[in-house]
């Protein structure tokens, strides 16, 4: 099966700087990942998400990389700002026939410093 | 916009009652999902959906049942509630059907209290 793991429960940054959030996965035929952010009392929201077959994928002040070698994959969030804090999951799906199920993470809370 | 929309967001229940929770989408997606997030151990899927009829059991379904009995509707059933259900219950859907893995779309979840 796949597990997906988030290295960190708990991320703290200064307003401004750029966050990383690290996941780690363990089925290497695991084809596709995506990353969430969810606020509180809210369901999460997609960011951004990534295929095997590519390395990294950017969108507007995010990147996501993938590095297949050791299984691991990364959010960077550019110029984080106070609506950055939430939490974040990552998710990764083995390749499955007949059958579509993400894997989630347990999450990496965000706090942004003023 | 794709909208996921859960019929209630607070629900109280009593030990051993029937519990339906509903999930409408609006976006003609063919998968739909049920999961229940608790602090420390993230999402976890009860069962899902990829067609009409059709159900697959997720990693933890024991104590849930499911229905899809329309394409925009899909309904999670607690047939006896009880306390270690106590739960925020999330629902999802995405586009495609079984052969392809994509973003799944969530609504705001539903807090059930079991007393």
């Known amino acids: 099966g796949e597990s997906v793991g988030l290295h960190l429960p708990t991320l703290s940054v200064q307003e401004g700087d750029n966050s990383i959030i690290n996941c780690a996965y363990s089925?290497?035929?695991?084809?596709?990942f995506i990353w969430y952010k969810q606020e509180s009392g809210k369901g999460p929201q997609f960011i951004i998400d990534i295929r095997s077959n590519m390395d990294k994928r950017q969108g507007q002040r995010v990147t996501v990389l993938l590095n297949k070698t050791v299984k691991h994959l990364s959010l960077q969030i550019a110029a984080t700002q106070p609506g950055d804090s939430a939490v974040y999951f990552c998710?990764?799906?083995?390749?499955?026939?007949?059958?579509?199920?993400?894997?989630f993470g347990q999450g990496t809370r965000l706090t942004i410093n003023p | 916009d794709v909208k996921v929309t859960q019929s209630s967001r607070y629900l109280v229940k009593r030990t051993g009652e029937k519990v339906f929770l509903e999930c409408v989408q609006d976006m003609d997606h063919e998968n739909m999902f049920w999961y229940r997030q608790d602090p420390g151990l993230g999402l976890r899927l009860i069962y899902f959906?990829?067609?009409?009829?059709?159900?697959e059991k997720g990693d933890i379904p024991e104590g849930y049942s499911v229905s899809r009995e329309k394409k925009e509707r899909f309904s999670l059933i607690l047939e006896s509630a009880s306390t270690n259900q106590t739960s925020m219950y999330l629902c999802?859907?995405?586009?495609?059907?079984?052969?392809?893995?994509?973003?799944?779309?969530f609504g705001p979840g539903t807090r059930l209290t079991v007393t």
């Open positions: 998710a990764g799906s083995p390749l499955i026939q007949g059958a579509q199920k993400l894997v």
């Open positions: 959906s990829y067609d009409v009829k059709m159900k």
């Open positions: 999802a859907s995405s586009p495609y059907g079984a052969d392809r893995v994509d973003e799944q779309y």
């Open positions: 089925n290497s035929a695991s084809d596709y």
